[in-house]
Structure formats: structure tokens, C-alpha cells
């Protein structure tokens, strides 16, 4: 079933001119890259499920609903954080006195962010016709 899906939003893809990137693997042991990877995938397949849910009037709501993109923009975001965080921790050089530089460093750029417009630059982009 998940391969006609995927062959049916290449269809529209390629009818549109729209780039579709692949979704990822699921692999337990790397649970906020799959989830990170997934949340991008999903945004920048963007325009080609849109098209495909109209068939569905309820998903294709939910699918574009502002505060389920906005979410889906704030999750990406988290996870690029806590992705690169984690990935510290797999350094072979790391030490103990590292880790509080590095909680630091996490917590400034969740400020950033914070304070940022990322979130609504990325739905203005998203939703973007």
C-alpha cells in the first residue's frame, strides 16, 4: 500500500514539476534523526501531498491546517537541536567537563529560536503557492 502512495505522489511530483525527496528508514536506535528526517521529508515533499489529499477533504484540512504546519516547523527545528546535541555525546574526545559547555550552548540556541522568526518564515515558505 505504501508503494502505490509513493508512486502516486511521484505522479503528481512529476505532473507539477515539483522535487519529492525520499522519506527515511525507521531505525530504533537512532529515534530523533528518524523523527527529524521524517518532519523535513514531509516538509519538503510539501506541495505534493497537499495535492494528493484533496481527495480527502478532512486530511487535506489537517494536512494544512496553520497550527499543524506551525507545530510541524517547531518540532523540525527542536530536533536539528537535540540531533546535534546528541551527536556531541558521540565524540570519541568528549568529557565530563564538556557537557556543561554544551547543555549551555543548547540552551542559547533554544532561545534563539525563541526569540527568532524561524517558524513563521518557514510556514510562509511552506505554504507558498
Known sequence: ?????????QKIADERLYQLCQFPRYFQVRWTQFNYQ??????????APTKYFQRSQWVFMKFTDKDTLQLTCLLTNLLVLYKRFHQCFEDDNILIFDIGKMKNALVARLDELKKSHQLEAGKKHFTAT
Open 38 to 47: 521524517l518532519l523535513e521529508s514531509v516538509l519538503k515533499n510539501w506541495k
Open 1 to 9: 500500500m505504501f508503494a502505490v502512495r509513493t508512486r502516486n505522489l
